[in-house]
C-alpha cells in the first residue's frame, strides 16, 4: 500500500491550495479516506473523511465551511481543496485510507503573509 501527498506550499492568509493523495496497492474505491494534519509542536489531527464512494463528507469544526474533500476513484485520489486558510492552518497534511494503518507522507501547508 502507498499513499503520495502532494499540493502543499507557501500561501498568504485568505489564500487557497488543493491538495492531492494518489493511492496504490490497494482497492482504493472499497475504502473511505481521510485527512488529518499535525501543526507544528502539536498533536496529529482529523480533518475531514469521505465514504468510499464520495457521496458523504464529514469535517471539523476548525475546518468547516472552508475545506472540501472530494475523491475521483478513476484516478485512486483523494483531494483536499483549502479555502480562506488562516495561519493556524499552517501544518503537515496527511492522508489515510481505511483500508489499514497507512499513511501519506505528508505535505508541508505554510500560511504566512
Known amino acids: 500500500v502507498r499513499l503520495v501527498d502532494s499540493g502543499g506550499g507557501l500561501v498568504q492568509p485568505g489564500g487557497s491550495l488543493r491538495l492531492s493523495c494518489v493511492g496504490s496497492g490497494f482497492t482504493f474505491s472499497s475504502y473511505d479516506m481521510s485527512w488529518y494534519r499535525q501543526p507544528p509542536r502539536k498533536e496529529r489531527e482529523w480533518v475531514a473523511r469521505i465514504t468510499s464512494g464520495g457521496s458523504m463528507t464529514t469535517y471539523a469544526d476548525s475546518v468547516k465551511g472552508r475545506f472540501t474533500i472530494s475523491r475521483d476513484n478513476a484516478k485512486n485520489t483523494v483531494y483536499l481543496q483549502m479555502n480562506s486558510l488562516k495561519s493556524e492552518d499552517t501544518a503537515v497534511y496527511y492522508c489515510?485510507?481505511?483500508?489499514?494503518?497507512?499513511w501519506g507522507q505528508g505535505t508541508q501547508v505554510t500560511v504566512s503573509a
Open positions: 489515510k485510507t481505511f483500508a489499514g494503518p497507512y
